[in-house]
Structures are given as C-alpha cells and as structure tokens.
C-alpha cells in the first residue's frame, strides 16, 4: 500500500527533495539553480533533479546497488569538490523522510502502514550508507587528483632546474647552517 501512495506522489516527493538539495547553496545560487531549467545553463540543478529521481525510483524499486550509486554520484560528486563538511553534503538524504512524511500524512495516522514506514527508513539510512561511500570515493578522487598536481608542479620545477643547470647557470647552493638563509637573503640582495 505504501508504495502505491509513493509512486502516486513521485513527482511531489522529488521536488520537495529537489528543493531541500538546492537550498542548502548560498542563496542567489540556490534561486538560480531551483528556477532555470535548461541543463546547459544550469547543469547543478539538473544533476541533482535526475540523480534524486533516480535515487527515489531506486528506492522504489529494489535498491540495485550499482543503479543507486550512478544516482547518488550525480548530486554528491558536485559536493564533494565544495567546501562543506560530509554532514552538510549528505544530510539531504536524510530530509526524504519528512518529506515523505509531510507529502503522505496519512502515512502516520495509519497504525497498519507503520511497519512498511519503518521498511521505508530503513532503505533511506541504507540510501545514506551508500551515499557516504561515494562521498569518500569522490573526496578521495579530489585529494588524489591535488597530489598529481602538485607533482606536476614539482617535476616542472624540478626539470626548469635541469634546464638552467645544462645552460651553464648555477644551480642554487645547499644551506649551510641557520644562518644560510640570512646568507642567501644578502646575496640576492647584493645582486
């Protein structure tokens, strides 16, 4: 009976939903991506409007871990490169629940659907379990791609130097002491 009600009231559900993700963005940005519609000019708003759907008809529909996560990757990835803290870029999963609650109240005053409600909370915390796992993955994916960047920058460096050292320039001398750097301070300046 539970998901008779859920799939009639899909498309309240998700932009109630859709609403909660976008709001938590400062607020002129948040009003942007929640009234313009055309994916191009807005593809934030448009990832979290298809990866709620998405996540939503997973739920409905068995959870298929693999389909679930592509779902969940489309609004997370997005947070994972903000500066927000995991609780903040997850918490939105844990909104469906009033949601679900406040679209359907007779979910609550039915005493026979309180089992199949605690069966829907039970997927929703299963939703945020998942959603932590690809929350690390794409913080990981970040972190790894500042590390390739630094190396980047290091090799570069490193080979200006093997450059200016093959054209006859000095390379730069090892520090001697404490004092070195005072030392090399008045060198530069003398120069």
Known sequence: MIGDLLKERTDTIVERWVEV?????????????????????????DS??????????????????????SHLDQIIRIRAVQELHPSQALSFVFSLKSIVR??????????RLHREVADLD?????????????????REEVSQLRINDVKRQVAWVFE????????????????????????????????
Do not use: W
């Open 122 to 138: 039970e997927k929703i915390d299963r939703v945020a379990l998942t959603a932590f796992d690809v929350y690390a993955e794409c």
């Open 21 to 45: 993700v976008l709001s938590s963005y400062p607020s002129e940005a948040s009003v942007l991506f929640q009234k313009q519609k055309d994916p191009f000019a807005n593809p934030i708003g």
């Open 48 to 69: 979290v409007r298809k990866g709620t759907r998405g996540v939503f008809h997973a739920i409905l529909s068995g959870m298929e871990p693999e389909t679930l996560r």
């Open 102 to 111: 406040d679209v359907i109240p007779e979910l609550e005053a039915e005493p």
């Open 160 to 191: 200006k130097m093997n450059q200016s050292n093959a054209e006859g320039i000095p390379a730069p001398e090892a520090p001697e002491g404490p004092t070195s750097v005072s030392k090399n301070v008045q060198r530069e300046d003398l120069r």
